[in-house]
């Protein structure tokens, strides 16, 4: 018989083990450091972080070395071993207006209070591969920096703290009012309560946060180009650091306990209030790392989950959170290797029932295939 | 006390260092047994759980695993099967992970465990008031067919309105002759929840009836536990005229040890194309086996 049932699989699971961990080494170059991951790839490292939901840049280094670069992967790793941890409090609420920014641009302004800052941006860079990068060198790196550090001398440092380009509008009676943040109730942990539906606002952004970049994007964009009507305006993106604060367990008093580089995107699109005035409501965005295409597409997102009346699959909240999860998707994609020779045994009998075969006729159409 | 600690006292000690006893931290454990109690409570009802990522991919078989990691103790006895099969690959993988996280007992044989998860078969033994039978489920809701919305379907639950369901079953008749549903067969459980059995065969459907056995049933993705617990009526959908069948193996008998009462699989030899059929529980498989050689000894 050509079939042997399938078993011993132990010794074939540590063996196929063995096989994938001889692929990331079977080549001649120097293993990777994680410090070079950290430092080098940095954008997928916060893409990760972001991902995970966890902000841990060395880990999430360690975690795309061992997934040979797989960003689904590693999240997955990443979020799994936040898993593990302890859940020790929750930070308190920070104004962003605190962050400390290192790019922050508006698209509804020519000019804006603070000034437009470009900062560390690919967006006008010609994508020329670059082929000097294939062979560079410590020296030419050394002599890049040492040429950048003299060349900034005597240039103004950014100030601290930059006011926001959406409360002028809101000034203005141009934008919906925020809504009371004292009578907001408490934020939700998606993490400690299963999502339902409707979702609050919390739930939502919390969802997205760590959501896929490319489901968030693919969502998105649809919405953007005519499934669904939000004609977003980027009111700002920033990119900067943002201080954490949790209560003090001693003296009750605020704490800080570090910064994290987050982008935040605030998204402007035009809406009839119930009552026939025209106002400006907001989609909001913000996302570990750096990483604006998630951010954007989260605001985009967020105002299109506010529509009153659901007509594309963007602006259905269910629908959204449902899909957006990488490590959910994911694995249910992936779990589809399983066998499903029972399942499909019993479907097999169904459908041989419906076509009126009996299970001697079976028997007899393998005979006739020997013959 | 942790369980760890209480481990270490009684000189067991196998658990990784790093990791709780059975992975989870207690505060997921305490959560998922509280919901337990609520799912017993509620025979068939759907309770939302948190949901912990593990260091297995959502959907091969996380929803079970954190009911067997929340229930299990230093003193049971674990089986692992997938699809009726201790000897398959994630079968294999999900026993390893257990076991390196609490160092418990395990078993291939039905009647020596105490817990049993499983994906997609429950053992052709009869199982017994001592035990308890964890399915990993991939759609934990029965409607989905139906209605793809969360929403919507958590609100004909609550109403008991299942007319679209019956209304599927009747239009499947009227398009095959017959309910076409294979394996996932829907179910009224205690007369009040249409509940998904996860996709085991409609053979299996009826050992859930009235049962010895606690069985669990848990979507790690989905967030969704739920219970039969033991003499709970549950009865298959169908109509007077329209009676639900299990599968037809009439004439058929398993290669191995020639079971005709079984569940079988069925195989297409690689080099004739012949069919042949053999168990699907394969420890079930092996006792009839090695009961025949004794016989025939």
Redesign the interface.
């Known amino acids: ?3 042997v ?6 010794t ?2 540590e063996q196929a083990g063995r096989l994938l961990a001889y692929q990331r080494r079977r080549g001649t170059s120097r293993p990777l450091e994680i410090r070079q991951i950290k430092e080098q790839l940095y954008l997928a490292v916060d893409r990760v972080m972001g991902e995970a939901s966890l902000y841990a840049p060395d880990l999430a280094a360690l975690a795309l070395k061992q997934a040979a670069g797989d960003t689904l992967e590693a999240a ?2 990443l ?2 071993y ?3 941890q ?2 020790l409090g929750y930070s308190l609420p920070q104004d962003t207006t605190a962050m400390r920014v290192i790019r922050r641009i508006s698209a509804a302004f020519k000019d804006i209070p603070g000034g437009q800052i470009l900062g560390p941006t690919s967006d006008y860079t010609l994508r020329l591969l670059d082929f000097d990068l294939q062979a560079e060198s410590a020296r030419q790196v050394q002599d890049f920096l040492q040429e950048l550090a003299a060349a900034a001398g005597g240039q103004e440092p950014l100030p601290l703290t930059f006011p926001k380009v959406i409360d002028l509008l809101r000034q203005e009676h141009l934008l919906a009012p925020r809504p009371d943040v004292a009578a907001a109730t408490a934020p939700v942990d998606i ?8 979702a609050s606002r919390s739930a939502a952004l919390q969802t997205m946060t760590r959501g896929e970049t490319g489901g968030l994007l693919l969502l998105a964009y649809s919405n953007m180009r005519g499934y669904g009507d939000i004609h977003p305006t980027v009111g700002e993106l920033r990119l900067g650091y943002l201080p954490v604060h949790i209560r003090h367990p001693r003296t009750g008093l605020p704490y800080h306990v570090g910064d994290v580089k987050v982008t935040e995107a605030e998204v402007i699109a035009r809406f009839t209030a119930p009552d026939g005035t025209p106002r400006f409501t907001l989609g909001y965005g913000l996302c570990f790392g750096h990483n604006e295409v998630k951010a954007i597409a989260m605001a985009v997102l967020d105002r299109a989950m506010q529509a009153e009346e659901v007509k594309s699959p963007s602006e259905d909240q ?1 629908f959204v959170l ?1 899909h957006i999860d990488g ?2 998707s ?6 589809y290797k ?6 499909f ?7 041989r ?2 076509q009126g075969v ?3 006729k ?2 007899e ?3 006739r ?2 013959a | 006390m942790l369980l760890r600690e209480w481990l270490q006292t009684q000189g067991r000690t196998r658990t990784p260092a790093a990791y709780n006893f059975a992975f989870l931290d207690e505060g997921a454990k305490r959560e998922i047994r509280r919901k337990i109690l609520k799912a017993v409570a509620i025979p068939g009802y759907q309770v939302p759980f948190a949901s912990r990522e593990l260091p297995i991919a959502r959907g091969w078989g996380t929803g079970g695993l954190q009911l067997t990691l929340a229930l299990i103790g230093p003193n049971d006895v674990l089986k692992v099967i997938d699809q009726g099969c201790d000897g398959s690959v994630n079968a294999v993988n999900l026993r390893k992970f257990v076991q390196q996280v609490t160092g418990v007992a395990v078993t291939m044989d039905t009647r020596e465990a105490t817990l049993i998860q499983t994906r997609h078969r429950i053992p052709e033994e009869p199982l017994t008031a001592e035990q308890i039978l964890v399915l990993q489920v991939p759609y934990p809701e029965a409607l989905r067919t139906v209605e793809p919305s969360e929403l919507e379907t958590r609100r004909m639950h609550g109403e008991g309105d299942y007319s679209q369901m019956w209304l599927y079953l009747f239009e499947d008749i009227v398009k095959y002759g017959e309910i076409s549903i294979g394996a996932r067969y829907p179910v009224l459980v205690n007369g009040r929840y249409v509940m998904d059995p996860s996709p085991i065969p409609r053979w299996d459907v009826v050992k859930l009836n009235r049962a010895e056995t606690l069985y669990l049933f848990g979507a790690g993705r989905e967030k969704r536990l739920y219970a039969i617990p033991p003499h709970t009526r549950v009865e298959p959908l169908e109509f007077e005229d329209v009676r639900f069948r299990v599968e037809d193996f009439r004439g058929q008998a398993c290669q191995r040890c020639g079971s005709r009462h079984t569940f079988l699989d069925e195989l297409i030899d690689d080099a004739t194309g012949r069919r042949t059929y053999i168990c699907s529980d394969t420890n079930y498989c092996d006792k009839m086996l090695a009961r025949r050689q004794q016989e025939d000894r």
Not at chain 1, 191 to 198: I, M
């Open positions: 018989m050509g079939y049932a399938v078993k011993g699989g132990q074939a699971i997955f790793m979020r799994a936040r898993a593990t302890p859940r993490t400690r309560q299963a999502l339902t539906f409707p269910e449902s490590i959910e994911m694995g249910f994609c992936t779990h399983l066998p499903h020779y029972v399942t045994q019993s479907d097999l009998d169904r459908l029932q419906a009996s299970p001697e079976v028997k159409a393998g005979k295939h020997v």
